[in-house]
């Protein structure tokens, strides 16, 4: 009777073991890539992956990188499940254009969840007073690798203005211009206020922003049709009146090959669930999700979140089917 007893238990220990390899095995690993840890949109990142923890199908962790263009080649490779992007970077990626020329990414659309005005942001002191006072002068394009990166050089180069460009991550292009190595940087807002790295840099460094003329504006919506034109009200740390810039939308897109159920899970999750992403990026907390992607994506959404946004009674345009 011992030794059947022993057995019995070695049974049950074994075969809870299974069940729980077999519980292991069916939870969803999903690595979320972000940006630099020093950015507001890192934090967000943080919330979404407390998020999709939760559910009982997806185990979630964030990995720091280069922001949209290297996650989107990071995804292309299997490295990750999904990235924060862009929308016009989503869009080259798609059409395999500009940085993706002639190697298309076919990542999907999930959601978006912000708006990133490109704030040009220069010392002070620096007596530059317009774009094209930036000729030849040394400043940030934005984070090594980033989107925002990519726009500035595109920008600038359609507008003729050559800056000597400094390379590097935000936090190394944040010092450059805290100790005179750069006159300033290219800089994602948070909605139309400054970002949390730009606002540190303007305690100690007075800076100002660069607006864009109307001439400048209708070149870029002429020529870079991808981009959002975007009114800004300015204010005493911009040291700006109103003034117009360049933008896109902040979104996140899946890997090329995500099924559409686990893509449905996900958005569900995430849209059902907005006051822990508002208490990381609060701008989320006056944002309908939904709403904002069908507005302002540039490319067709994946199928598993056009299922979701259709099941919560929004209309999807036909432009994005």
């Not at 890192?42 to 923890?53: D, E, T």
């Amino acid at each position: 009777m011992k030794t059947l007893s022993r057995l019995l238990t070695t049974v049950a220990i074994v075969a809870g073991v299974a069940a729980g390899s077999q519980a292991a095995q069916a939870e969803t690993r999903l690595a979320l890539g972000s940006t630099n840890a020093q950015s507001a949109h890192y934090a967000y990142f943080a919330a979404l992956a407390n998020i999709l923890s939760a559910h009982p199908d997806f185990q979630a962790s964030v990995v720091e990188t280069g922001a949209t263009v290297d996650n989107l080649k990071r995804m292309e490779r299997g490295q990750l499940d999904i990235g924060l992007v862009t929308t016009s970077t989503l869009y080259h990626a798609n059409k395999g254009i500009k940085s993706f020329d002639g190697q298309p990414v076919d990542s999907k659309l999930l959601w978006a969840y912000s708006l990133a005005p490109q704030n040009v942001i220069v010392r002070r002191d620096a007596g530059i007073e317009e774009l094209a006072d930036l000729q030849g002068e040394r400043i940030g394009p934005g984070q090594r690798g980033s989107s925002t990166e990519d726009t500035s050089l595109q920008v600038m180069d359609l507008l003729g203005i050559q800056p000597d460009w400094v390379r590097g991550t935000n936090g190394e292009l944040a010092d450059a211009i805290k100790d005179g190595r750069a006159v300033g940087f290219i800089k994602s807002a948070v909605g139309t206020k400054f970002d949390a790295l730009t606002t540190d840099i303007a305690t100690f460094t007075p800076v100002q922003v660069l607006g864009i003329s109307d001439e400048q504006a209708a070149a870029i919506a002429e020529n870079l049709p991808e981009l959002s034109l975007v009114d800004m009200p300015g204010g005493d740390m911009e040291h700006t009146g109103p003034y117009q810039t360049w933008g896109f939308m902040i979104a996140l897109s899946a890997r090329p090959d995500m099924d559409e159920e686990t893509a449905y899970q996900i958005v569900k999750a995430v849209m059902e669930n907005t006051d822990e992403q508002a208490a990381a990026f609060p701008a989320v907390g006056d944002t309908d999700l939904a709403e904002l992607t069908l507005k302002y994506a540039t490319t067709t959404p994946h199928p598993g979140a056009v299922r979701y946004f259709e099941e919560a009674g929004y209309e999807v345009p036909d432009r994005l089917r």
